[in-house]
Nanobody
Framework: QVQLVESGGGLVQAGGSLRLSCTASGRTFTSAMGWFRRAPGKEREFVAGIAWNGVSTYNSDSIKGRFTISRDNAKRTVYLQMNSLEPEDTAVYYC?????????????????WGQGTQVTVSS
């Protein structure tokens, strides 16, 4: 069993930055990790993922140029640094732990989920 605890969400003006953190407990921190988000009225979408060895992937070039996913295996924590935030980034952001070490984008391949943290970007 894995427990994920997210932090770092909040209210920020457009152009601002936030850093989300997700700390895992319960088993060896060797799985791929991902960040997803769900905006009001929209489907949950993949934002970024990172394998155990640090290889990462992003949903789009737009996100890749503004967001950075990283992990500290010793601290069992994964981060999402979000810069140049836009109102369209407003959503609940979820941290997720995959079933294995390989990068995944499909939410169905993630076994554990955090409770979510709200990010609101005002214009």
């Amino acid at each position: 069993q894995v427990q994920l605890v997210e932090s770092g969400g909040g209210l920020v003006q457009a152009g601002g930055s936030l850093r989300l953190s997700c700390t895992a407990s319960g088993r060896t921190f060797t799985s791929a990790m991902g960040w997803f988000r769900r905006a009001p009225g929209k489907e949950r979408e993949f934002v970024a993922g990172i394998a155990w060895n640090g290889v990462s992937t992003y949903n789009s070039d737009s996100i890749k140029g503004r967001f950075t996913i990283s992990r500290d295996n010793a601290k069992r924590t994964v981060y999402l640094q979000m810069n140049s935030l836009e109102p369209e980034d407003t959503a609940v952001y979820y941290c997720a732990c995959a079933a294995g070490p390989l990068l995944q984008q499909s939410p169905s391949l993630y076994s554990y989920w955090g409770q979510g943290t709200q990010v609101t970007v005002s214009s």
